[in-house]
């Protein structure tokens, strides 16, 4: 796709990193996968004008730079597969020849409980709760030590 450009407009999307099990033209699930397989392909997309990522797990602090100022990244919960298809319209496809998981699929979107993981000013909730859990683990181990 980054050889032979972006099919869809990108500008203004969001890209949601997901396996989606489709039959037809109906989007029966649609779960989130982890993002950090596409860390090494955000860059483009972001560079192409997409506003956010929809996935699973967070991306890395390079990613997290590359947000910064033009896109955000939204968690969504794993193992809600059903939920997220049931506000999603499966509107048509890109490259369906690789495969159900490997295409691209446009999606409409209604809504989800999605939650701000890393936004357009550098803050990384997944970093922060790695550093304060670090700091609570550090204090624990320390604590032991000197009992």
């Not at 590359?66 to 509107?91: D, I, K, P």
């Not at 890393?118 to 970093?127: I, K, P, R, T, V």
Request: a negative charge; glycine letters at 14%; proline letters at 4%.
């Amino acid at each position: 796709m980054i050889q032979e450009g972006i099919p869809f407009n990108p500008r203004g999307a969001v890209i949601y990193h997901c396996g989606p099990v489709i039959a037809g033209d109906t989007l029966l699930v649609a779960g989130p996968t982890t993002s950090a397989r596409m860390n090494s392909l955000t860059k483009p997309m972001l560079d192409a004008g997409i506003a956010g990522i929809i996935g699973k797990g967070g991306m890395n602090a390079e990613v997290r730079q590359e947000l910064t100022g033009r896109a955000v990244y939204f968690a969504f919960t794993g193992g809600c597969a059903n939920l997220a298809a049931a506000h999603m319209t499966l509107s048509g496809g890109y490259f369906e020849d690789l495969g159900m998981a490997e295409a691209v699929w446009r999606i409409q979107l209604d809504e989800l409980p999605l939650v701000v993981a890393m936004d357009a000013h550098g803050g990384d909730l997944f970093d922060t709760v790695l550093q304060h859990a670090l700091t609570i683990f550090q204090s624990d181990v320390n604590g032991k030590k000197q009992g």
